[in-house]
T-cell receptor, first 112, second 114 residues
Framework: NAGVTQTPKFQVLKTGQSMTLQCAQD?????MYWYRQDPGMGLRLIYY???????DKGEVPNGYNVSRLNKREFSLRLESAAPSQTSVYFC???????????FGSGTRLTVV | QKEVEQDPGPLSVPEGAIVSLNCTYS??????FMWYRQYSRKGPELLMY????GNKEDGRFTAQVDKSSKYISLFIRDSQPSDSATYLC??????????????FGRGTQLTVWP
């Protein structure tokens, strides 16, 4: 049982390049989330998907887009990367509203 | 004002000490309270989960919730070097527009030295 799998684990981008961060869960969870974690800022919600077919903005959505491809997969896209998007990105999922989240191991992104 | 406030530390204690970690919050709709542990370069993992007020104990860990004061705590007894990590409090509401969304504190970095 892999839980939440994120790819890639590390990435370096040049300013203006685009990329997609992939996330997949094998726990049949309904909801999925994308967070970024920066020193001193904690975890900040970028986008979330309460259920398959729906997506909503979180605290810091600017510069990002998401796709809930199916129940298992939730991707995060950076269309034109900026140095301010240098961060560690975490995907998470949970089964029902009242449950805690299961996190992936993160993607470390550096934009130069 | 952030929804959840947590002192980032760092906190450094000797092995065997009792550790107290705390968070305060402002949203009275929060009913689910959690503590996550995050080791360096890893994702957060759920450590403790409490619904509404009261205490919950799991081995060396005790979580307390005081809803009247909007204050939650995590106690670690007989702390070990393996407890060295960042501890994040998190909470969510059971009603309203924020239903289902988890709000995190910024995390407290803990080091337990031998």
């Amino acid at each position: 049982n892999a839980g939440v799998t994120q790819t890639p684990k590390f990435q370096v981008l040049k300013t203006g390049q685009s990329m997609t961060l992939q996330c997949a869960q094998d726990m049949n969870h309904n909801s999925m989330y994308w967070y970024r974690q920066d020193p001193g800022m904690g975890l900040r919600l970028i986008y979330y998907s309460a259920s398959e077919g729906t997506t909503d903005k979180g605290e810091v959505p600017n510069g990002y887009n998401v796709s809930r491809l199916n129940k298992r997969e939730f991707s995060l896209r950076l269309e034109s990367a900026a140095p301010s998007q240098t961060s560690v990105y975490f995907c998470a999922s949970n089964l029902l509203t009242r449950y805690g989240y299961t996190f992936g191991s993160g993607t470390r992104l550096t934009v130069v | 004002q952030k929804e959840v406030e947590q002192d980032p530390g760092p906190l450094s204690v000797p092995e065997g000490a009792i550790v107290s970690l705390n968070c305060t919050y402002s949203n009275s709709a929060f009913q689910y309270f959690m503590w996550y542990r995050q080791y360096s370069r890893k994702g957060p993992e759920l450590l403790m989960y409490t619904y509404s007020s009261g205490n919950k104990e799991d081995g060396r860990f005790t979580a307390q919730v005081d809803k009247s004061s909007k204050y939650i705590s995590l106690f670690i007894r007989d702390s070990q070097p393996s407890d060295s990590a960042t501890y994040l409090c998190a909470m969510k509401a059971d009603r309203g527009s924020t239903l289902g969304r988890l709000y995190f504190g910024r995390g407290t970095q803990l080091t337990v030295w031998p």
